[in-house]
């Protein structure tokens, strides 16, 4: 959980006829035989459906615990089609969760002040706790890649695709009627949003109005905010800096051949670089580890998450590797979800 004072939650899954639980130290998990007869308290999925002016929205729940959540976890892990689990303790201990219903595709993860926004495809769904979840259909505004909370709500980017949201759930379209873009990633820090992709750099300050600007060159995949300026990296080991969304910095080679994901991780940029891990703290001279990974990250302080087609693995500064969770399903993403304002 979130320190020895909280109250205790008990997080319950059905699994088979036991019920997994955290204990009040949130230490670890405490096991107990249930009959039959007490499967009232195991797993249950309530899908009901409302019509909305911007689609349709259902939601999903669950009987995890008498007691929900307090608030939203600190990490969220799921697979691009299914799986989803979720941690409250530092990325210690992991709970598998009911996915949100209708949803089809995941893509990325926001947080904002009291909620959690996942969006894919031309679906969003919302969560307070990381268990119940409020589904809402966008389709029509093209394919949703990417979402980043700040100036007060979401922002959501992709194929022909960019999107406000006070709630995550109702959408308003700010594409000016442009729908030739391409964006794959958005970020939001110093009090404006900067998204990039295929070509073309954009930015806003409100995220309602924007301003485009074509910077060509190999696909951007990944941004992250850190030491005064916004870093974008992406193929052929392309990296740009900008400090407005408007001009670059820099715009050249980083000597490796693809980058993937890019995080601000304690004071360093930290990326993904064929199966490893690359870190600068100034996304200039990039020093190799020797930790491997061949999938998602996630880092929140010090503390490191990885997504690995085996399962969930937790690192201290990247140091060793230690696996936390295995779900039924490969999950290949992760995030950590502290509050950005």
Same mark, same amino acid.
């Given at each position: 959980m979130r320190g020895a004072s909280i109250i205790a939650m008990l997080l319950v899954v059905a699994c088979d006829d036991e019920v997994i639980g955290f204990d009040e130290t949130g230490g670890g998990s405490t096991e107990a035989a249930v009959s039959e007869g007490a499967a009232s308290v195991a797993s249950e999925t309530d899908s009901t459906g409302s019509s909305t002016s911007e689609g349709t929205l259902e939601s999903s729940s669950t009987g995890i615990g008498e007691d929900p959540p307090l608030g939203p976890p600190q990490y969220v892990a799921y697979g691009r089609e299914a799986g989803l689990a979720v941690s409250y303790d530092d990325a210690q201990t992991w709970v598998d969760v009911p996915e949100p219903a209708g949803m089809i595709e995941r893509e990325d993860l926001a947080r904002g002040e009291e909620r959690i926004v996942l969006v894919g495809g031309a679906d969003t769904a919302v969560t307070f706790d990381g268990v119940s979840w409020e589904h809402a259909d966008v389709d029509g505004l093209g394919y949703i890649r990417g979402v980043a909370y700040g100036s007060g709500g979401f922002v959501s980017v992709g194929l022909d695709h960019l999107a406000w949201s006070w709630d995550g759930l109702a959408w308003?379209?700010? +594409?000016? %009627?442009? @729908?030739? /873009?391409?964006?794959?990633?958005? $970020?939001? $820090?110093?009090? +404006? /949003? *900067? $998204?990039? %992709? *295929? %070509?073309?750099? $954009? @930015?806003?300050?409100?995220?309602?109005?924007w301003t485009f600007t074509t910077i060509g060159g190999p696909k951007l995949t990944s941004i992250a905010f850190g030491d005064g300026r916004f870093v974008a990296v992406g193929e052929e080991g392309r990296i740009i800096e900008t400090q407005d969304g408007l001009t670059l910095l820099r715009d050249a080679s980083s000597g490796f051949l693809n980058l993937g994901e890019l995080h601000f991780c304690d004071d360093s940029f930290v990326v993904t670089d064929s199966g490893g891990f690359l870190v600068s703290p100034d996304a200039d001279a990039w020093e190799s580890l020797e930790t491997p990974n061949d999938g998602n990250f996630a880092c929140s302080g010090s503390t490191y998450v990885l997504a690995k087609t085996e399962g969930l693995f937790r690192s201290v500064q990247l140091g060793a590797l230690d696996a936390v969770h295995e779900p039924p399903v490969p999950l290949t993403r992760v995030h950590a979800t502290p509050l950005k304002k």
């Open positions: 308003d379209d700010v +594409r000016e %009627g442009s @729908t030739d /873009f391409d964006l794959v990633d958005v $970020a939001y $820090a110093d009090d +404006r /949003f *900067v $998204a990039v %992709g *295929v %070509g073309q750099m $954009a @930015t806003s300050q409100n995220g309602q109005e």
